[in-house]
């Protein structure tokens, strides 16, 4: 950044993150995952904690991963969420093999399920921004993970690939068309069809990460990122990453961006005549409002 930015933005602060332990409101504890806030500051992170299984998620993780998700959405002092894997050996390599059933993935004794595609789907559309801090291995349904937030910042010890044919699987969904439009249809059927392994500087070129940094700088680089965000303005933002998804996500794009435009629109005078006139049982005039050109 040069001398003039800073003038108008002053220097992104560089003093270290203190992290306090954060729950949601259901009085359940979070065993597979850790939940973070950043103190005075508006960062959430969420860690999948199953490092001795490479942080390979069972419907379990799913179902706190989507918790914490939803506390960090609800919490108006979080404008950036941090979604990470604990230790430095993986970021998340994908759904665990060892409960994989005919139905699904499967806790003791309950029924399958594929409830990654939820959490896929609550990534996409939580209105503010999710970042894949990514060191180690970052594979399967883990690599789908790291491609639905909204920036990845890898370590240098990043390891990216999809495993799927190898193992009997495949995400014909985001997996498959987001990682399209990220790394272009070529790559793309490459990294699926031979199942590759890349590392964290090939992903950096491919377009699968935004900047690669030494591990020891993994969340320092990373909390750097979440400060300069913050900055800005969280509706622009807001409106932005709905913008960025809207046509790849379709009907429900648009209703993510549609639903941005209408709350923007309460925000105004034009708008509040109509509720104001109907509480108030008038005609609306909406006369005074400019048609602009
Ligand atoms: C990640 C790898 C490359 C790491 O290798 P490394 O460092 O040599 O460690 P290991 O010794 O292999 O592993 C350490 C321990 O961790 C266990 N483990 C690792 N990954 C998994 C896993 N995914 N499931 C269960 N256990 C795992 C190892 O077994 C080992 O345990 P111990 O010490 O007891 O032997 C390497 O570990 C690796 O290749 N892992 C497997 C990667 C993989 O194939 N993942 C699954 C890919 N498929 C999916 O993710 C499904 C996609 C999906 O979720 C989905 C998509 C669309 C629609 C629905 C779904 C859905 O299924 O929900």
Same mark, same amino acid.
């Given at each position: 950044?040069?001398?003039s930015?800073?003038?108008?933005h002053?220097?992104?602060?560089?003093?270290?993150?203190?992290?306090?332990p954060?729950?949601?409101? /259901?009085?359940?504890k979070?065993?597979?995952?850790?939940?973070?806030?950043?103190?005075?500051?508006?960062?959430?992170k969420?860690?999948?904690?199953?490092?001795?299984?490479?942080n390979a998620f069972?419907p379990?993780?799913?179902?706190?991963?989507?918790?914490?998700?939803?506390?960090?959405?609800?919490?108006?002092?979080v =404008?950036?969420?941090?979604?990470?894997?604990?230790?430095?050996?993986?970021?998340? /390599?994908?759904?665990?093999q060892?409960?994989?059933?005919?139905?699904?993935y499967?806790d003791?004794?309950?029924?399958?399920?594929?409830?990654?595609?939820?959490?896929?789907?609550?990534?996409?559309?939580?209105?503010?921004?999710?970042?894949?801090?990514?060191?180690?291995?970052?594979?399967?349904?883990?690599?789908?993970?790291?491609?639905?937030?909204?920036?990845t910042?890898?370590a240098d010890?990043?390891?990216? =690939?999809?495993?799927?044919?190898?193992?009997? /699987?495949?995400?014909?969904?985001?997996?498959?068309?987001?990682?399209s439009?990220?790394?272009?249809?070529?790559?793309?059927?490459?990294m699926?069809?031979?199942?590759?392994?890349?590392?964290a /500087?090939?992903?950096?070129?491919?377009?699968?990460v935004?900047?690669?940094?030494?591990l020891e700088?993994?969340?320092?680089?990373?909390v750097?990122?979440?400060?300069?965000?913050?900055?800005?303005?969280p509706?622009?933002?807001?409106?932005l990453?709905?913008?960025?998804?809207?046509?790849?996500?379709?009907?429900? =794009?648009?209703?993510?961006?549609? =639903?941005?435009?209408?709350?923007?629109?309460y925000g105004?005078?034009?708008?509040?005549?109509?509720?104001?006139?109907?509480?108030? $049982? $008038?005609?609306?005039?909406f006369?005074?409002f400019?048609?602009?050109?």
């Amino acid at each position: 950044m040069n001398d003039s930015y800073h003038r108008t933005h002053g220097k992104v602060p560089t003093h270290p993150v203190v992290w306090e332990p954060a729950f949601d409101d /259901s009085g359940k504890k979070f065993i597979d995952i850790i939940y973070a806030k950043a103190v005075g500051e508006g960062i959430a992170k969420i860690t999948i904690n199953r490092p001795e299984r490479r942080n390979a998620f069972r419907p379990q993780t799913i179902k706190e991963l989507m918790r914490a998700f939803n506390d960090a959405r609800d919490d108006a002092a979080v =404008g950036v969420i941090i979604l990470t894997g604990k230790g430095t050996d993986a970021f998340c /390599s994908g759904g665990d093999q060892a409960l994989r059933t005919k139905d699904g993935y499967a806790d003791d004794a309950d029924i399958g399920r594929l409830n990654v595609l939820d959490l896929q789907i609550q990534i996409r559309r939580l209105p503010k921004p999710i970042i894949a801090m990514v060191a180690g291995y970052a594979i399967g349904g883990g690599h789908v993970l790291h491609m639905v937030c909204d920036l990845t910042i890898a370590a240098d010890n990043a390891v990216f =690939g999809q495993t799927g044919p190898k193992v009997g /699987s495949f995400d014909a969904g985001y997996g498959s068309s987001i990682m399209s439009r990220l790394i272009g249809p070529k790559k793309a059927r490459e990294m699926w069809f031979l199942t590759r392994f890349y590392t964290a /500087s090939e992903a950096e070129k491919m377009g699968l990460v935004n900047t690669v940094v030494p591990l020891e700088n993994l969340e320092k680089e990373t909390v750097k990122w979440c400060r300069e965000i913050l900055r800005n303005s969280p509706a622009a933002i807001r409106v932005l990453k709905s913008a960025l998804n809207a046509v790849d996500d379709g009907h429900a =794009g648009l209703q993510e961006l549609g =639903g941005n435009a209408t709350l923007l629109f309460y925000g105004t005078e034009e708008g509040n005549e109509g509720k104001n006139a109907y509480l108030q $049982r $008038r005609r609306p005039d909406f006369s005074k409002f400019p048609r602009r050109p």
